[in-house]
């Protein structure tokens, strides 16, 4: 089957750099998000982050204008998922909403249509039984900043197909990006360990083991990762990364239990770099002013 045209539901962090990428490497894509707000914001994303492509050589300036001309809106999922033959949701980590969204999806698309998942740790397996295709459901997992980071993590359900498999596989590779294939467990691979360590870096930040700039030093420099896990966190969103730990401690148990601290910060609104305070505060051009 060719993939021309891919829906991509939920305009935050990750559903606006999947739309990019698609629209990139030449799919017609509408991103589709129930806020005009968040819609609002994709074409000056997709903008900056190309003409800073065109910048460092890394796209031509033809290659961005072929981008935006690629790039869609709509508040509308029922009318644009009948002409979709992929649609990939990237509404928040929670299943009553990602239940909703692959309800409509399975509903109004047609029997063609793949019907992928950007979830960070949910089955497939069960997000397929929401809909009657679970043999074209699978979660196609990207990394943030999509645009940036090469792999995509491909989980099969129980009854996903071979077929919708080797799909997103091509329309990744389209896209840029490696694939590794996952088998079903709760956090896959990379949720599962990112997930533990994040949490950890915030047990340590409230045990007092360290300041949360020498954790994330100590993470980088000593263990060698290119980002600490406080700074990932706030580069992730707080509250996904919570989503994911209460996920991840109902269905794999008490070491994923959330730190106490982690969940203060969501309380208290501090999400990360998308509200402009997280463990950092970024309220001053984006540099980082204090714990
Ligand atoms: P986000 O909160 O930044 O964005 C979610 C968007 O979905 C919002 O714009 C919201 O308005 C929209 N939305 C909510 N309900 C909707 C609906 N019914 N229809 C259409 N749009 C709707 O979330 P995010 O960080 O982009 O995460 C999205 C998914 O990607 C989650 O499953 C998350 O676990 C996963 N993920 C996140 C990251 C990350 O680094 N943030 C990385 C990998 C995977």
Same mark, same amino acid.
């Given at each position: 089957m ?5 829906v991509?539901v939920?305009?935050g962090?990750m559903?606006?750099g999947?739309?990019? /990428?698609?629209?990139?490497? +030449?799919f017609q #894509?509408?991103?589709?998000d $129930?806020s005009?707000? =968040?819609?609002q914001?994709?074409y ?6 190309s003409?800073?492509g065109v ?11 072929h ?7 709509s508040?509308?999922l029922?009318?644009v998922?009948?002409?979709?033959d992929?649609i990939?949701e ?7 909403l990602?239940?909703?969204?692959l309800?409509?999806?399975d ?11 950007n979830?960070?740790?949910i089955?497939?397996?069960e ?6 295709r679970?043999?074209?459901?699978a ?5 943030n900043?999509?645009?940036k980071?090469?792999? /995509?993590?491909?989980?099969? +359900?129980?009854? #996903?197909?071979n077929d919708? $498999?080797?799909?997103? =596989?091509?329309?990744?590779e389209?896209?840029g990006?490696e ?5 079903e467990?709760?956090g896959?691979?990379t949720?599962?360990?990112s997930a533990?360590?994040g949490?950890e870096?915030?047990h340590?930040l409230?045990e ?8 994330d ?5 000593g263990?060698n ?11 992730v969103g707080?509250d996904?990364r919570?989503n994911?730990?209460?996920y ?18 969501v309380?208290?609104g ?15 051009k984006g540099e980082l002013m204090?714990?």
């Amino acid at each position: 089957m060719t993939i021309k045209n891919i829906v991509v539901v939920g305009a935050g962090v990750m559903g606006r750099g999947i739309a990019y /990428v698609s629209a990139l490497a +030449g799919f017609q #894509t509408t991103i589709v998000d $129930v806020s005009e707000n =968040q819609l609002q914001d994709v074409y000056q994303h997709a903008k900056m982050t190309s003409e800073k492509g065109v910048q460092r050589g890394k796209l031509t300036v033809e290659q961005s204008l072929h981008l935006l001309n690629h790039l869609h809106t709509s508040i509308d999922l029922e009318t644009v998922a009948v002409d979709a033959d992929l649609i990939i949701e990237a509404v928040p980590e929670k299943r009553e909403l990602k239940k909703h969204v692959l309800e409509i999806a399975d509903m109004h698309s047609p029997a063609h249509t793949v019907l992928a998942s950007n979830t960070s740790t949910i089955s497939p397996t069960e997000l397929g039984s929401y809909t009657k295709r679970a043999e074209q459901v699978a979660v196609m997992h990207f990394f943030n900043p999509v645009h940036k980071m090469r792999l /995509v993590e491909i989980v099969k +359900g129980l009854e #996903t197909s071979n077929d919708t $498999v080797n799909i997103i =596989q091509d329309v990744s590779e389209k896209m840029g990006k490696e694939t590794v294939e996952v088998n079903e467990f709760p956090g896959f691979v990379t949720s599962r360990i990112s997930a533990l360590v994040g949490n950890e870096a915030f047990h340590m930040l409230q045990e007092g083991v360290a300041s949360a700039e020498d954790i994330d030093k100590a993470i980088r420099l000593g263990l060698n990762y290119p980002m600490g896990p406080l700074e990932l966190g706030d580069l992730v969103g707080l509250d996904a990364r919570l989503n994911n730990l209460k996920y991840l401690h109902e269905t794999l148990g008490e070491k994923y239990r959330p730190a106490p601290l982690l969940e203060q910060y969501v309380k208290a609104g501090r999400l990360g770099r998308k509200t402009g305070k997280g463990v950092y505060d970024y309220t001053s051009k984006g540099e980082l002013m204090e714990k």
